[in-house]
């Protein structure tokens, strides 16, 4: 705007709050101008922003109100999974039983731990949100298994590897919550080598599990926690099984492991170092 443009500036700091007050107000009168309305009355609509499982709780979503008011007791459906909403609470951690547009709240009730990202929207009951959610889990999976990706032979495998000469580094990567397994996923993705290819051949959030040490061990794969533990039966097949655990509490300590694992894959380059050339001008016995 100070330059004749449409876009508002507003010039905050983390350090001091300065700014923050006029950003928000910035923010209101934008909204204004836009006419950004919602329907309280309408019909509901969400969206996940974070999600993650937690001991006593079982799978636990925040979620933003974009349509509509969610009441607790009201059946919903998120991406795959579902849910009937046993207790509602606001961003203080207090206990709420309604939420209207534009307002966080994290839910309990869920079947499985839904992705970020993903809508939340009204059923008439829990039994049509089960059928509902189970026909989208199928429509993907059938998707999964017949995309191009999929049965390669033992023969098109050794073409491949005589070809390309790769490696893969097969990792199973499991996170405190869904925000994390994604920046982790990401982050991990970008690790780029000539001969050596990172996999990520599952992840998800929660404790590493029994599951994930048995996918772990037939993928000749390395399991990767970030801020989360091994469940002490885990750990056990771990041992039974030789399957490395490295849990981490940093991020770039996490990447850095991976990228110097990837390093210590490389195979090492033999070249002659030339010094110089020498004239033999006599020989003694």
């Known amino acids: 705007e100070a330059f004749g443009g449409q876009t508002i500036t507003a010039n905050v700091s983390a350090l001091t709050g300065e700014g923050v007050p006029h950003l ?3 923010i209101l009168l934008q909204a204004e101008v836009l006419q950004l309305q919602a329907d309280p009355k309408g019909k509901f609509e969400g969206v996940v922003i974070e999600a993650k499982l937690e001991k006593g709780r079982g799978p636990v979503a925040t979620i933003l109100v974009e349509e509509g008011t ?3 007791g009201d059946s919903v459906i998120v991406g795959n999974t ?3 909403i046993k207790a ?4 203080l951690g207090d206990k709420i039983t309604s939420a209207g547009p534009s307002v966080p709240v994290e ?3 869920l079947s499985e731990v839904p992705s970020a990202g993903d809508k939340v929207e009204w059923a008439e009951d829990e039994r049509t949100a089960r059928e509902v959610a189970e026909a989208t889990t199928e429509s993907e999976r059938t998707k999964q298994l017949n995309s191009p990706g999929r049965g390669l032979t033992l023969a098109e495998l050794r073409k491949r590897l005589t070809e390309t000469q790769t490696k893969d580094l097969n990792l199973v990567v499991k996170a405190d919550v869904q925000g994390s397994v994604e920046a982790v996923r990401g982050m991990l993705e970008k690790i780029e080598n000539e001969e050596v290819v990172v996999k990520i051949i599952h992840s998800g959030v929660g404790s590493i599990t029994e599951n994930d040490i048995l996918l772990a061990s037939a993928a000749d794969a390395i399991c990767v ?3 989360t533990r091994a469940e002490p039966g885990a750990k056990k097949e771990a041992e039974r099984r030789k399957v490395e655990i490295r849990t981490y509490t940093i991020i770039y300590e996490l990447i850095e492991d991976i990228e110097a694992a990837v390093k210590g894959m490389l195979e090492p380059k033999f070249q002659e170092e030339y010094l110089g050339t020498v004239e033999i ?3 003694f016995n």
């Not at 509602?88 to 961003?91: C, I, Q, R, S």
């Open 281 to 283: 001008r006599m020989a």
């Open 70 to 72: 969610l009441k607790t």
């Open 225 to 227: 926690g970030f801020n």
């Open 82 to 84: 579902y849910g009937r």
């Open 88 to 91: 509602m609470t606001n961003y």
């Open 24 to 26: 928000l107000e910035m």
């Open 107 to 109: 839910i309990l009730g």
